[in-house]
């Protein structure tokens, strides 16, 4: 039942629509949720349509341009629709509009609430911008100022609490969450439609990457699969097996990966449904290399029962103890052993256990979320 008395205005100040990408659900679904429990009213970019946003009102007024994060002049049309719409909460995603939330809540009563997705000045950091250190500042006085902090993963609200000072009692993990609260019923018919699409032969392991491939984060990690650990898994005669590479905007100097199918090497590209694929799949691959954040590609993967072999920074923020045995962990570097894992594993029959669902069904995140808001 919707919780009477709270009222949220909440700015997404970027593009997620049509939600593809991990991000952008991580945004859409928590919103959608959220929205089926209090009366929301979303504000964001021109390029987000109205007709995707669902449970809530959403009003594309924001430029897309990438001086609307210094527009001083929201300021006055945000307070007027808080206002209006009797708000009693502002929800930012992201810190970037921490400044004019700070603002809106000196100047009417309500609390702030900041939905944080990865540690920003570390993930700036670690893909080489200059200017990570001023980030820090920022991002820091954005938390420590708000009335209440989501952060995605628990080392996210460990770090922010000992490295930035952040109170530990207005702060939450908000993880990213899966719509499924158990196992889907069509794993088998998924796997058949996709070993039929892709010419797999029944008794082939499937070995999936998915990514978008324009960010070097990916491309990376799809480098060491197809230089570092494949050809530990060709030297194995009696593992027979497909890598199936899926997302869109693979750099030309791949070649769109020619070279690698007598390798076992297969590119899907872009795909419709890429939950497909991962029901269709042995093991998920995820040896990240750089950026922060929660990996979101790992816990859909977990979640259609597909076993996941990661490096320690692609399984960042990810419950170990609630995965049984379909997570696998091993340090970067040892791709020997990344790729003897795959092949130990491969052949498991264990699934996810029930306490993976109770934890990262969105429900259930949601009704942890409103307890901090009533």
Not at 157 to 164: D, F, G, N
Not at 284 to 309: H, Q, R, W, Y
Not at 327 to 349: C, P, R, V
Request: aromatic fraction near 14%.
């Amino acid at each position: 039942m919707p919780v009477e008395g709270i009222k949220i205005v909440s700015i997404i100040p970027y593009k997620i629509f049509p939600a593809q990408l991990g991000g952008e659900k991580g945004i859409a679904v928590f919103n959608e949720y959220l929205a089926e429990k209090v009366s929301m009213t979303v504000v964001t970019v021109k390029s987000n349509q109205p007709q995707y946003a669902k449970g809530y009102t959403l009003l594309n007024i924001l430029s897309d341009s990438k001086l609307r994060y210094a527009n001083l002049f929201l300021f006055f049309r945000l307070k007027n629709i808080l206002i209006k719409e009797k708000a009693t909460h502002l929800l930012i995603e992201h810190p970037y509009y921490g400044w004019l939330a700070w603002m809106l809540r000196g100047s009417l009563n309500i609390k702030w609430l900041v939905h944080s997705h990865n540690i920003e000045y570390m993930r700036s950091r670690s893909i080489g911008r200059w200017w990570w250190k001023a980030l820090r500042w920022y991002e820091g006085w954005v938390y420590r100022k708000a009335d209440r902090v989501f952060f995605i993963s628990e080392e996210d609200r460990h770090h922010a609490i000992s490295q930035m000072n952040v109170s530990a009692a207005k702060s939450l993990e908000v993880t990213y969450g899966i719509e499924q609260s158990g196992l889907p019923a069509d794993i088998l018919p998924a796997r058949e439609k996709i070993l039929l699409k892709h010419g797999i032969a029944p008794g082939e392991k499937i070995l999936l990457f998915n990514g978008a491939l324009y960010h070097s984060t990916n491309y990376d990690a799809l480098s060491i699969i197809l230089e570092k650990i494949n050809p530990y898994l060709l030297q194995n005669n009696g593992f027979k097996y497909k890598i199936l590479v899926c997302g869109k905007g693979l750099p030309d100097f791949f070649q769109e990966l020619r070279s690698y199918k007598e390798k076992n090497v297969l590119y899907a590209g872009f795909v419709d449904d890429i939950s497909e694929y991962f029901k269709a799949a042995d093991i998920f691959l995820n040896p990240i290399l750089s950026g922060g954040g929660v990996k979101t590609k790992a816990i859909e993967a977990l979640a259609m029962d597909c076993m996941v072999v990661s490096t320690e920074l692609g399984a960042m923020g990810i419950r170990r103890d609630v995965c049984g045995n379909k997570l696998h962990i091993l340090q970067a570097g040892e791709w020997e052993e990344f790729a003897d894992t795959i092949i130990t594993f491969a052949k498991s029959n264990d699934r996810i256990p029930d306490d993976f669902f109770n934890y990262y069904y969105w429900g259930n995140i949601i009704e942890r979320v409103i307890q901090q808001l009533a």
